[in-house]
């Protein structure tokens, strides 16, 4: 069915129980992915974009992160009440996830083929055989070269981009419904960079995979996504088609992003930038948490905090009291 | 163009790495494979390279952080290659160094006073301390920061403002020659601009010459006069920044432009550029139009 929706995140909150005080890294998250969509979740360092995909996976053992409201929807179940046990069939079979730095999430002593390997005889049953065959196939499909000899290699004998496509094939290989990829290409060198996020694309396509692609960087987003919600503070305060986010971005925090960019090849003098920075929670204002930056925040903005508000018939949101007319019609100039 | 306030001549630097046993023959690496270069007087002369490329190496030898393999560096008209360390002291303060990471290199148990006071101690710049105190305050506010800051330590203030204090310790012995490795690298993207505006205004206020080390093409194309492209230890191609995007010719330049992510949709761009093959070979650079040099 198209346009169903795979994954409904709404109500999210996830607390961070640490002394002093509580952190409320996602502090009200609502988004959906829908069946062979990428969704970007764009934000700076600190907005909650990686807790909210740990909140997806459930993955907050040892530490003092607790989901504390929301429900996640994955196609029918709610992942909430789901049992741990469950939760790892789901986690590697139906979602999985790749990071930042693909070192660290290997293991160093274990070859490449073992450690695809041993996903797949627990998540799929397969016998030894059957599963180096299976990796194999997938070390192809992520276009790692020579793939019989690399099967034996440590992953310190492979470059930062060869990692990264064993971390992909890893992913792929219970065949996921939905990839999660936070920052995935980010310690990356740029020609490395445009390759993986070719990689993902031809995956979304011949798979019909679902991605939820976590980045920093507008460029990435721009490059692969098809829909993108924009984190600041915990919460989404913009959400749209990529192609209407970038020629019509609403949200005074995604506007004022896309304005720092430099942009290659364009000669500018400044670049225009965001004053201050990100508060932190304690220092957050009452209304609406980008009030403290906003070069056109009023009065009611740091009273009451808008809500997602729907800003065009197209499924354009955007948390922010201004619409483009009230901009006009108040004179409100940054 | 002015003159050059630094030459630098056929700069090699060979590492030797470890070997396992004792009677292998050694292996080197060679970091940095014969570069020239000069920078001129009140430029910036950004270096663009993926990592390996041997920048930050190149930017290191250029201060005499690092000992040169061969090759020769000439700053302000006088060679410094091998000038000892005692001769070079008071030199250093014409050349600074600006790092990637401001909170690695800033002592976390000196206050921000202690950390821009040092500088002006080591090179006895102000006797007097009720006078450093005043350059300090006159260096806050030269990067943006306030005097209320003086008390306190790098880990109470953001990435974008250790940044800031991290460029007022290499302001403060008035330096000609500024080397940044990775400045904004580390920084979000609203805060990223903020620093990049902070160098274009200083290097105006003071005449700075700046070498301006990065891995991001549309960093380095915003900040710089003139772009060199480092790939495996040479300079592949070198022309004005204009230039360089205009009219690229190494292939691996072509590649560089064409990974750039664009943040607009509609420009999502046929990456064919990206998978085309690299010569094997570096030969030296050769003028093919003024000023635009190239390895092919």
């Known amino acids: 069915m198209p346009n169903q929706n795979l994954l409904k995140v709404s109500g999210l909150k996830t607390y961070f129980y640490t002394e002093p005080q509580i952190i409320p890294a996602v502090d009200g998250v609502d988004l959906t992915i829908k069946k062979g969509e990428i969704l970007g979740l764009v934000g700076e360092s600190g907005s909650g974009k990686s807790v909210t995909s740990l909140s997806i996976m459930r993955l907050f053992h040892n530490t003092p992160g607790k989901i504390v409201d929301g429900s996640i929807t994955f196609e029918e179940k709610d992942l909430l009440s789901q049992s741990e046990r469950a939760m790892q069939s789901i986690r590697g079979n139906e979602i999985a996830m790749i990071y930042q730095e693909p070192m660290t ?106 991605i939820l692609l976590i980045t920093h960087d507008l460029g990435v987003i721009a490059e692969v996504c098809d829909r993108v919600a924009v984190m600041y503070a915990g919460r989404i305060v913009e959400e749209a088609d990529v192609f209407e986010l970038f020629e019509h971005p609403k949200h005074p925090y995604t506007q004022g992003l896309m304005q ?51 800003a065009n018939p197209h499924g354009h949101r955007s948390r922010c009291w201004l619409s483009d007319e009230v901009k006009e019609t108040e004179g409100v100039k940054p | ?162 940044q800031r204090i991290g460029i007022a310790r290499a302001l403060a012995v008035n330096p000609k020659l500024i080397v940044a490795d990775e400045p904004v690298s580390a920084l979000d993207v609203s805060i990223q601009s903020q620093i990049l505006n902070l160098f274009k205004d200083l290097q105006e206020a003071f005449n700075l010459t700046y070498l301006f080390i990065a891995h991001d093409l549309s960093v380095v194309d915003f900040i710089s006069d003139r772009i060199a492209v480092m790939h495996r230890g040479r300079i592949v191609e070198l022309a004005a920044r204009e230039e360089l995007y205009n009219s690229p010719l190494h292939p691996y330049t072509k590649r560089l432009l064409a990974s750039v992510p664009v943040p607009d949709p509609k420009q999502r761009r046929k990456r064919h550029d990206i998978y085309e093959p690299l010569p094997q070979q570096t030969p030296p650079l050769k003028e093919v139009s003024p000023g635009h040099f190239v390895a092919l």
């Open chain 1, 105 to 210: 999430s290997l293991n160093p002593v274990l070859t490449i083929g073992e450690q695809i390997e041993e996903a797949i005889i627990k998540h799929l049953g397969y016998s030894r055989k059957q599963a180096t065959a299976h990796a194999k196939k997938m070390l192809e499909l992520v276009g790692i070269p020579r793939v019989d000899s690399i099967i034996h290699d440590y992953p310190h004998q492979l470059s930062g981009g060869m990692r990264q496509r064993v971390m992909i094939a890893m992913a792929m290989s219970c065949s996921p419904k939905l990839l999660i990829a936070d920052e995935p290409t980010t310690a990356l060198d740029v020609t490395i960079q445009a390759q993986i996020l070719d990689l993902m694309k031809t995956l979304q396509t011949t798979h019909d995979l679902s």
């Open chain 1, 260 to 310: 720092s960019m430099p942009r290659l090849g364009e000669h500018q003098e400044r670049l225009s930038s965001i004053k201050g920075q990100i508060p932190a929670p304690q220092e957050w204002p009452k209304g609406c948490k980008f009030a403290t930056r906003c070069p056109f925040a009023f009065e009611k903005c740091w009273q009451n905090e808008p809500e997602l508000i729907l």
């Open chain 2, 1 to 162: 163009m002015t003159k050059p306030l630094v030459k630098v001549e056929q700069l090699t630097k060979i590492y030797k790495l470890k070997t396992k046993k004792k009677s292998d023959s050694p292996k080197t690496l060679k970091a940095v494979d014969g570069l020239s270069f000069h920078i001129a007087e009140g430029e910036t002369f950004g270096l663009v390279g993926e990592s390996g490329s041997g920048k930050s190496t190149t930017g290191r030898m250029l201060l005499r952080l690092l000992d040169v393999t061969s090759g020769r560096i000439v700053f302000n008209g006088k060679d410094i290659t091998h000038l000892k360390e005692r001769q070079l002291r008071p030199m250093r303060k014409d050349f600074q160094m600006v790092f990637q990471d401001p909170y690695a290199s800033l002592n976390p148990r000196y206050t921000v006073s202690d950390i821009l006071e040092e500088p002006l101690i080591a090179h006895k710049l102000y006797p007097h301390r009720a006078d450093r105190l005043k350059r300090v305050k006159e260096l806050l506010s030269t990067v943006g920061l306030a005097e209320t800051h003086m008390k306190r330590y790098p880990h109470e203030f953001s990435g974008g403002q250790r």
